[in-house]
Protein backbone atom coordinates (compact mmCIF):
# COMPACT_ATOMS: atom_id res chain seq x y z
CA UNK A 1 0.00 0.00 0.00
CA UNK A 2 1.41 3.04 -1.11
CA UNK A 3 1.72 6.08 1.41
CA UNK A 4 -0.61 8.87 1.75
CA UNK A 5 0.71 12.46 3.08
CA UNK A 6 -1.04 15.11 3.49
CA UNK A 7 0.11 18.72 4.65
CA UNK A 8 -1.63 21.70 5.56
CA UNK A 9 -0.73 25.00 7.32
CA UNK A 10 -2.88 27.01 9.87
CA UNK A 11 -2.34 30.18 8.47
CA UNK A 12 -3.90 29.13 5.16
CA UNK A 13 -6.30 26.18 5.81
CA UNK A 14 -6.87 26.93 9.89
CA UNK A 15 -10.68 24.67 8.74
CA UNK A 16 -7.99 21.77 7.95
CA UNK A 17 -9.18 20.38 11.58
CA UNK A 18 -12.66 20.82 10.79
CA UNK A 19 -12.69 16.74 10.02
CA UNK A 20 -10.62 15.59 12.77
CA UNK A 21 -11.04 14.85 16.35
CA UNK A 22 -8.05 14.83 17.69
CA UNK A 23 -4.33 16.85 17.36
CA UNK A 24 -1.11 14.62 18.22
CA UNK A 25 2.32 16.31 19.58
CA UNK A 26 5.48 14.56 18.70
CA UNK A 27 8.85 14.83 19.70
CA UNK A 28 9.12 17.38 22.73
CA UNK A 29 11.68 17.58 25.41
CA UNK A 30 11.33 18.59 29.26
CA UNK A 31 13.44 19.61 31.50
CA UNK A 32 14.83 15.67 31.61
CA UNK A 33 16.58 16.13 28.39
CA UNK A 34 20.08 16.98 28.60
CA UNK A 35 21.66 19.49 26.21
CA UNK A 36 24.80 19.71 24.82
CA UNK A 37 26.76 23.30 25.80
CA UNK A 38 28.93 22.50 23.11
CA UNK A 39 27.23 25.19 21.21
CA UNK A 40 28.57 27.71 22.82
CA UNK A 41 31.95 27.66 21.36
CA UNK A 42 30.39 28.46 17.75
CA UNK A 43 27.88 30.74 19.37
CA UNK A 44 30.78 32.69 20.61
CA UNK A 45 32.86 32.53 17.07
CA UNK A 46 29.61 34.84 15.21
CA UNK A 47 29.23 36.91 18.23
CA UNK A 48 31.96 39.95 18.35
CA UNK A 49 33.63 39.68 21.84
CA UNK A 50 32.02 36.44 23.36
CA UNK A 51 35.46 34.32 22.40
CA UNK A 52 37.64 36.35 24.19
CA UNK A 53 35.52 36.31 27.21
CA UNK A 54 34.95 32.88 27.31
CA UNK A 55 39.02 32.50 26.79
CA UNK A 56 39.13 34.54 30.13
CA UNK A 57 36.78 33.02 32.06
CA UNK A 58 37.98 29.03 31.29
CA UNK A 59 41.92 30.84 32.39
CA UNK A 60 40.33 32.23 35.67
CA UNK A 61 38.51 29.14 36.66
CA UNK A 62 41.52 26.81 35.94
CA UNK A 63 43.97 28.85 37.79
CA UNK A 64 41.66 30.14 40.83
CA UNK A 65 39.03 26.92 40.90
CA UNK A 66 41.37 24.12 39.56
CA UNK A 67 37.76 23.94 37.10
CA UNK A 68 38.90 23.11 33.62
CA UNK A 69 36.23 24.67 31.03
CA UNK A 70 34.91 21.35 29.21
CA UNK A 71 32.11 22.32 26.93
CA UNK A 72 31.79 18.73 25.59
CA UNK A 73 30.79 17.68 29.05
CA UNK A 74 29.19 20.35 29.97
CA UNK A 75 24.85 20.60 29.47
CA UNK A 76 21.72 22.52 29.99
CA UNK A 77 17.91 21.14 30.61
CA UNK A 78 15.08 22.90 28.91
CA UNK A 79 13.01 24.97 31.02
CA UNK A 80 9.95 23.23 31.55
CA UNK A 81 9.19 20.99 33.75
CA UNK A 82 7.33 17.37 32.16
CA UNK A 83 3.81 18.45 34.06
CA UNK A 84 4.23 22.02 32.20
CA UNK A 85 6.00 20.82 29.31
CA UNK A 86 2.89 18.20 28.50
CA UNK A 87 0.73 21.93 29.85
CA UNK A 88 1.87 23.50 26.75
CA UNK A 89 1.40 21.01 24.05
CA UNK A 90 -2.33 19.62 25.26
CA UNK A 91 -3.24 23.77 25.33
CA UNK A 92 -2.38 24.36 21.87
CA UNK A 93 -3.91 21.55 20.69
CA UNK A 94 -7.12 22.46 22.50
CA UNK A 95 -6.94 25.51 21.53
CA UNK A 96 -7.67 23.74 18.03
CA UNK A 97 -10.58 22.49 19.29
CA UNK A 98 -9.23 18.67 19.30
CA UNK A 99 -8.58 16.32 22.20
CA UNK A 100 -4.94 16.06 22.87
CA UNK A 101 -2.51 13.27 22.65
CA UNK A 102 0.99 14.12 23.52
CA UNK A 103 4.29 12.01 23.05
CA UNK A 104 7.29 13.53 25.37
CA UNK A 105 10.79 12.07 23.78
CA UNK A 106 13.63 13.50 25.87
CA UNK A 107 16.64 12.32 24.51
CA UNK A 108 17.91 8.97 25.97
CA UNK A 109 15.49 9.22 28.83
CA UNK A 110 11.67 8.40 29.76
CA UNK A 111 11.75 9.83 33.10
CA UNK A 112 9.25 12.49 32.05
CA UNK A 113 6.48 9.77 30.73
CA UNK A 114 6.94 7.77 33.92
CA UNK A 115 6.55 10.89 35.60
CA UNK A 116 3.03 12.32 34.19
CA UNK A 117 1.53 8.31 34.39
CA UNK A 118 1.41 9.08 38.11
CA UNK A 119 -0.91 12.24 37.18
CA UNK A 120 -4.37 11.60 36.63
CA UNK A 121 -4.71 13.94 33.19
CA UNK A 122 -1.73 12.50 31.73
CA UNK A 123 -1.77 9.23 32.79
CA UNK A 124 -2.26 7.92 28.95
CA UNK A 125 0.77 9.38 28.30
CA UNK A 126 3.01 6.66 25.52
CA UNK A 127 6.09 5.77 26.99
CA UNK A 128 8.28 7.30 24.39
CA UNK A 129 12.13 8.61 24.10
CA UNK A 130 14.73 10.46 21.35
CA UNK A 131 17.18 7.62 21.13
CA UNK A 132 20.96 9.23 19.99
CA UNK A 133 22.20 6.20 17.35
CA UNK A 134 25.91 5.97 15.79
CA UNK A 135 25.47 4.19 12.63
CA UNK A 136 28.59 3.89 10.39
CA UNK A 137 30.18 7.50 10.04
CA UNK A 138 27.39 9.42 11.82
CA UNK A 139 24.69 9.64 14.20
CA UNK A 140 20.91 9.67 13.96
CA UNK A 141 17.96 10.86 16.33
CA UNK A 142 15.08 8.28 16.33
CA UNK A 143 12.05 9.01 18.00
CA UNK A 144 10.62 5.62 19.67
CA UNK A 145 6.95 5.78 20.96
CA UNK A 146 4.57 4.32 22.76
CA UNK A 147 7.03 1.05 24.03
CA UNK A 148 4.70 -1.25 25.52
CA UNK A 149 4.49 -0.54 29.59
CA UNK A 150 5.74 -3.48 30.92
CA UNK A 151 8.83 -3.29 28.28
CA UNK A 152 9.24 0.49 28.53
CA UNK A 153 12.33 0.57 31.50
CA UNK A 154 14.29 -2.57 30.48
CA UNK A 155 14.07 -0.94 26.47
CA UNK A 156 15.46 2.04 27.70
CA UNK A 157 18.21 0.51 29.32
CA UNK A 158 19.19 -1.51 26.27
CA UNK A 159 19.40 1.66 24.25
CA UNK A 160 21.41 3.34 26.55
CA UNK A 161 23.68 0.81 26.75
CA UNK A 162 23.67 0.07 22.95
CA UNK A 163 24.74 4.20 22.31
CA UNK A 164 27.35 3.77 24.96
CA UNK A 165 29.07 0.56 23.56
CA UNK A 166 28.70 1.74 19.86
CA UNK A 167 30.36 5.02 20.83
CA UNK A 168 33.32 3.53 22.72
CA UNK A 169 33.94 1.49 19.44
CA UNK A 170 34.11 4.04 17.27
CA UNK A 171 37.05 5.74 20.04
CA UNK A 172 38.58 2.16 20.20
CA UNK A 173 38.60 0.88 16.73
CA UNK A 174 36.06 -1.37 17.34
CA UNK A 175 34.12 -3.39 14.61
CA UNK A 176 31.40 -0.21 13.72
CA UNK A 177 29.56 -3.03 11.05
CA UNK A 178 28.76 -5.51 14.17
CA UNK A 179 26.86 -2.24 16.12
CA UNK A 180 25.17 -1.06 12.88
CA UNK A 181 23.97 -4.57 12.03
CA UNK A 182 23.31 -4.80 16.02
CA UNK A 183 21.08 -1.22 15.42
CA UNK A 184 18.77 -3.27 12.73
CA UNK A 185 18.36 -6.05 15.03
CA UNK A 186 17.45 -3.90 17.68
CA UNK A 187 14.80 -1.69 15.41
CA UNK A 188 13.55 -4.76 13.80
CA UNK A 189 12.41 -6.25 17.05
CA UNK A 190 11.04 -2.98 18.35
CA UNK A 191 8.99 -3.12 14.97
CA UNK A 192 7.63 -6.72 15.81
CA UNK A 193 5.58 -4.38 18.73
CA UNK A 194 2.48 -3.59 16.73
CA UNK A 195 1.74 -0.51 18.99
CA UNK A 196 5.18 1.28 18.67
CA UNK A 197 6.17 3.92 16.73
CA UNK A 198 9.44 4.44 14.77
CA UNK A 199 10.24 8.08 13.27
CA UNK A 200 13.24 8.68 12.23
CA UNK A 201 13.78 12.92 13.54
CA UNK A 202 15.17 15.48 11.23
CA UNK A 203 16.60 12.64 9.56
CA UNK A 204 19.11 15.06 6.52
CA UNK A 205 20.36 17.04 9.83
CA UNK A 206 24.22 16.47 9.98
CA UNK A 207 23.98 17.11 13.82
CA UNK A 208 27.66 15.63 14.38
CA UNK A 209 28.59 17.68 11.04
CA UNK A 210 30.34 14.82 9.71
CA UNK A 211 29.84 16.06 6.31
CA UNK A 212 26.62 16.64 4.18
CA UNK A 213 27.74 14.09 1.54
CA UNK A 214 28.95 11.28 4.27
CA UNK A 215 25.59 11.96 6.09
CA UNK A 216 23.90 11.69 3.30
CA UNK A 217 25.25 7.76 2.00
CA UNK A 218 24.78 6.38 5.63
CA UNK A 219 21.17 7.99 5.42
CA UNK A 220 20.47 5.87 2.56
CA UNK A 221 22.49 2.51 3.68
CA UNK A 222 20.18 3.16 6.97
CA UNK A 223 16.90 3.24 5.16
CA UNK A 224 17.86 0.58 3.24
CA UNK A 225 18.93 -1.87 5.86
CA UNK A 226 15.50 -0.62 7.60
CA UNK A 227 12.38 -0.88 4.96
CA UNK A 228 9.77 -0.49 6.12
CA UNK A 229 10.61 -0.92 10.34
CA UNK A 230 10.83 3.11 9.89
CA UNK A 231 7.09 3.93 9.70
CA UNK A 232 7.89 7.73 8.75
CA UNK A 233 10.03 10.56 8.32
CA UNK A 234 9.92 13.74 10.29
CA UNK A 235 8.94 17.34 8.83
CA UNK A 236 10.61 19.15 11.91
CA UNK A 237 8.88 22.38 13.77
CA UNK A 238 12.29 23.97 14.73
CA UNK A 239 14.78 22.66 11.42
CA UNK A 240 14.09 25.16 8.58
CA UNK A 241 11.83 24.93 5.07
CA UNK A 242 14.38 23.86 2.87
CA UNK A 243 15.76 21.48 5.20
CA UNK A 244 12.24 20.18 5.64
CA UNK A 245 11.86 19.89 1.38
CA UNK A 246 14.58 17.93 1.29
CA UNK A 247 12.67 15.47 3.88
CA UNK A 248 10.03 15.55 1.92
CA UNK A 249 11.79 14.46 -1.54
CA UNK A 250 13.08 11.78 0.52
CA UNK A 251 10.30 10.46 1.66
CA UNK A 252 8.98 10.61 -1.92
CA UNK A 253 11.92 8.81 -3.18
CA UNK A 254 11.73 5.90 -0.62
CA UNK A 255 8.40 5.50 0.01
CA UNK A 256 7.81 6.54 3.29
CA UNK A 257 5.41 8.89 5.27
CA UNK A 258 5.64 12.32 6.63
CA UNK A 259 4.99 12.81 10.18
CA UNK A 260 4.88 15.85 12.34
CA UNK A 261 7.80 16.58 15.33
CA UNK A 262 7.70 19.95 16.93
CA UNK A 263 11.23 19.52 18.97
CA UNK A 264 10.27 22.12 20.92
CA UNK A 265 12.92 22.86 23.87
CA UNK A 266 11.88 26.06 25.21
CA UNK A 267 8.33 27.77 26.00
CA UNK A 268 6.90 27.45 22.49
CA UNK A 269 4.62 25.05 21.61
CA UNK A 270 5.35 22.56 18.45
CA UNK A 271 5.43 24.22 15.38
CA UNK A 272 3.13 21.34 13.66
CA UNK A 273 0.81 18.35 14.97
CA UNK A 274 -0.65 15.59 13.60
CA UNK A 275 -3.99 15.43 13.13
CA UNK A 276 -6.86 12.25 13.10
CA UNK A 277 -9.52 10.52 14.41
CA UNK A 278 -7.95 7.99 16.17
CA UNK A 279 -9.45 8.34 20.15
CA UNK A 280 -5.57 6.60 21.52
CA UNK A 281 -2.48 6.94 21.12
CA UNK A 282 -2.18 2.76 19.58
CA UNK A 283 -4.84 3.92 17.06
CA UNK A 284 -2.68 6.35 16.25
CA UNK A 285 -0.16 4.00 15.71
CA UNK A 286 -2.20 1.56 13.71
CA UNK A 287 -3.16 4.72 11.45
CA UNK A 288 0.25 5.37 10.51
CA UNK A 289 1.72 1.63 10.34
CA UNK A 290 -1.28 -0.03 8.60
CA UNK A 291 -3.38 2.55 6.86
CA UNK A 292 0.02 4.36 5.83
CA UNK A 293 -1.48 7.66 6.04
CA UNK A 294 -0.84 11.20 8.08
CA UNK A 295 -1.63 14.47 8.19
CA UNK A 296 0.22 17.34 9.17
CA UNK A 297 -0.48 20.07 10.29
CA UNK A 298 1.77 23.68 10.58
CA UNK A 299 0.86 26.01 13.22
CA UNK A 300 1.29 29.80 12.99
CA UNK A 301 4.45 30.06 14.59
CA UNK A 302 6.64 28.26 11.80
CA UNK A 303 5.79 31.18 9.92
CA UNK A 304 7.83 33.25 11.45
CA UNK A 305 12.07 34.05 11.09
CA UNK A 306 13.44 30.94 11.81
CA UNK A 307 16.90 32.28 12.69
CA UNK A 308 14.97 34.26 15.45
CA UNK A 309 13.24 30.59 16.81
CA UNK A 310 15.94 29.04 17.31
CA UNK A 311 17.93 32.35 18.95
CA UNK A 312 14.85 32.30 21.28
CA UNK A 313 14.62 28.81 22.26
CA UNK A 314 18.38 28.79 22.88
CA UNK A 315 17.87 31.72 25.03
CA UNK A 316 15.90 30.12 27.15
CA UNK A 317 19.04 28.03 28.23
CA UNK A 318 19.83 31.36 30.22
CA UNK A 319 16.78 32.93 31.02
CA UNK A 320 15.34 32.79 34.66
CA UNK A 321 11.96 31.99 35.74
CA UNK A 322 10.67 33.34 39.09
CA UNK A 323 7.23 31.86 38.77
CA UNK A 324 8.87 28.26 38.29
CA UNK A 325 9.74 26.07 41.43
CA UNK A 326 12.83 26.90 43.35
CA UNK A 327 15.71 25.29 42.61
CA UNK A 328 14.61 25.77 39.20
CA UNK A 329 13.90 29.22 38.62
CA UNK A 330 17.70 30.59 37.67
CA UNK A 331 19.39 29.71 34.80
CA UNK A 332 22.92 28.97 36.19
CA UNK A 333 20.40 25.96 38.48
CA UNK A 334 19.94 24.52 35.54
CA UNK A 335 23.24 24.20 33.54
CA UNK A 336 25.70 21.96 34.66
CA UNK A 337 29.64 21.32 34.36
CA UNK A 338 32.12 19.20 35.60
CA UNK A 339 33.59 20.50 38.83
CA UNK A 340 37.32 19.93 40.29
CA UNK A 341 37.09 16.35 40.68
CA UNK A 342 34.73 15.35 37.55
CA UNK A 343 31.70 15.31 39.43
CA UNK A 344 29.00 17.23 37.31
CA UNK A 345 27.21 20.53 39.13
CA UNK A 346 25.11 23.15 38.42
CA UNK A 347 26.39 26.67 37.55
CA UNK A 348 24.86 27.90 40.63
CA UNK A 349 26.71 25.25 42.83
CA UNK A 350 30.11 26.35 41.01
CA UNK A 351 30.20 30.41 41.28
CA UNK A 352 31.99 31.52 43.92
CA UNK A 353 29.67 32.23 46.57
CA UNK A 354 26.92 30.76 43.78
CA UNK A 355 26.61 34.01 41.96
CA UNK A 356 28.02 34.26 38.25
CA UNK A 357 31.02 36.34 37.96
CA UNK A 358 29.74 40.48 37.58
CA UNK A 359 31.67 39.96 34.04
CA UNK A 360 29.94 37.17 33.09
CA UNK A 361 26.70 38.42 34.29
CA UNK A 362 27.06 41.51 32.34
CA UNK A 363 27.53 39.44 29.23
CA UNK A 364 24.13 37.05 29.93
CA UNK A 365 22.57 40.04 30.42
CA UNK A 366 24.07 41.60 27.00
CA UNK A 367 23.08 38.37 25.09
CA UNK A 368 19.46 38.47 26.79
CA UNK A 369 18.72 41.84 25.55
CA UNK A 370 20.09 41.29 22.13
CA UNK A 371 17.70 38.01 21.86
CA UNK A 372 15.00 40.48 21.79
CA UNK A 373 16.49 42.63 19.28
CA UNK A 374 15.94 41.47 16.02
CA UNK A 375 19.36 42.48 14.97
CA UNK A 376 21.45 40.17 16.69
CA UNK A 377 19.86 37.41 14.59
CA UNK A 378 21.28 39.06 11.54
CA UNK A 379 24.93 36.67 12.01
CA UNK A 380 22.82 33.63 11.93
CA UNK A 381 20.42 35.09 8.77
CA UNK A 382 24.04 35.97 7.15
CA UNK A 383 25.22 32.10 7.63
CA UNK A 384 21.84 30.61 6.07
CA UNK A 385 20.17 33.28 3.62
CA UNK A 386 16.34 32.40 2.69
CA UNK A 387 16.49 28.84 4.54
CA UNK A 388 12.99 29.46 5.53
CA UNK A 389 11.62 30.97 2.46
CA UNK A 390 8.19 28.98 2.35
CA UNK A 391 7.78 26.81 -0.65
CA UNK A 392 4.13 26.37 -2.51
CA UNK A 393 3.12 22.96 -0.39
CA UNK A 394 2.81 25.67 2.03
CA UNK A 395 6.51 24.95 4.38
FE1 LIG B 1 16.88 15.37 17.87
Redesign the pocket.
Known amino acids: MHSLTLITTNWSEPLAVASYTTGVSL ?1 SHTSVSQESLSFVKSACSWMPGLNQMLQHYGQRSSQRHGIRLDLNRAYWCPPLLPRMAYDVEARQIQRLWLTPLVSITD ?1 DSMEAPLLLRAVPSSRHIPMST ?1 W ?1 VPYGATWF ?1 MGIHNLPSRDAVRWMERMKRFTEEADAARANNGDLEAFDRKLIEMIREMHESPQVLIVF ?2 PVWD ?1 HRVGAATHRKELHRFLQATGRCIHALELNGLRHAQENRDVAQLARETDHLLISGG ?1 RHGLEPNANVNLTTAATFTEFVEEVRVDRRSHVHFMDQYQRRWEQRILESTLNAITDFPNFLPGWQRWDDRAFHPDANGEMRSLRELWPDGDAPRGMRAAIHFVRMGGRNRAVAAPLRLAFPGVNRLGAEGF
Do not use: I
Open positions: HHESHNHLD
